[in-house]
């Protein structure tokens, strides 16, 4: 069974750092993986997908990286910014013909402090 | 692309009761998908439709809940005879449905209370 651990589970940093939230997997046999931010009481919104033939995907000041064989995968924010503040989940996607379902972390809570 | 809607936002209903939540997925969005998400914790799969086709259901979906996709766009969940332990955020998304595209797309969600 995939299991998907998100360490901290909370942080908070001083506007304008750069900083790092960890993701950790399981079961290396993953599709793809996905970065999405959670706002309280909102939905999710996509934030970066790397398929698993991948190493990074790249998106404004947000770089996810995936290292299959250890069974992680970073997000880097760079310059941080209050309105990064927010959930940080991460979620991957098995490889079994048919199972499309995404395994959830548990997210960081991110606060940036002006 | 009006993004997925969810209807209620909100809602609150007393132990035994049923309630039905829709979704409106991304028009051309094959895939469509039902979570649930408690505080603090991350989205539990629950369950997912290829067009009109229920392909998967987990095994929190016990047979109190159905979900239908009549003709491939909106969907709706149904929760029969209500208990405290459903209370929680249901969400829906969408996505295209094809290899390579696999991006979700997630509504606000219903926060369902039960009392």
């Known amino acids: 069974k995939q299991e998907v651990t998100q360490i901290p589970a909370a942080l908070s940093v001083p506007e304008g750092e750069n900083l790092v939230l960890n993701c950790s997997f399981t079961?290396?046999?993953?599709?793809?993986l996905q970065w999405f931010r959670q706002d309280p009481g909102k939905g999710l919104t996509s934030l970066l997908l790397i398929q698993s033939s991948q190493r990074e995907q790249t998106s404004g000041r947000l770089n996810a990286s995936l290292d299959k064989s250890s069974g992680r995968s970073t997000l880097y924010i760079a310059a941080s910014q209050p309105g990064d503040s927010a959930t940080y989940l991460c979620?991957?996607?098995?490889?079994?013909?048919?199972?499309?379902?995404?395994?959830f972390g548990t997210g960081t809570r991110l606060t940036i402090i002006p | 692309d009006t993004g997925v809607s969810q209807d209620p936002r909100h809602k609150i209903t007393k132990r035994g009761q049923n309630v039905t939540f829709r979704c409106d997925p991304i028009?051309?969005?094959?895939?469509l998908y039902w979570y649930r998400q408690t505080l603090g914790q991350g989205p539990e799969f629950l369950t997912y439709?290829?067009?009109?086709?229920?392909?998967?259901k987990s095994r929190l979906l016990s047979d109190r809940f159905s979900a239908e996709r009549p003709k491939g766009s909106f969907s709706t969940l149904e929760i029969q005879r209500t208990e405290q332990g459903d209370s929680a955020m249901y969400l829906c998304a969408s996505s295209p449905g094809r290899r390579g595209n696999e991006k979700l797309f997630f509504g606000s969600g219903t926060q369902l209370s039960v009392l």
């Open positions: 439709f290829q067009n009109e086709a229920q392909l998967e």
């Open positions: 028009s051309e969005h094959n895939r």
């Open positions: 979620a991957v996607h098995i490889s079994n013909f048919g199972n499309e379902k995404l395994t």
């Open positions: 079961d290396s046999a993953i599709y793809n």
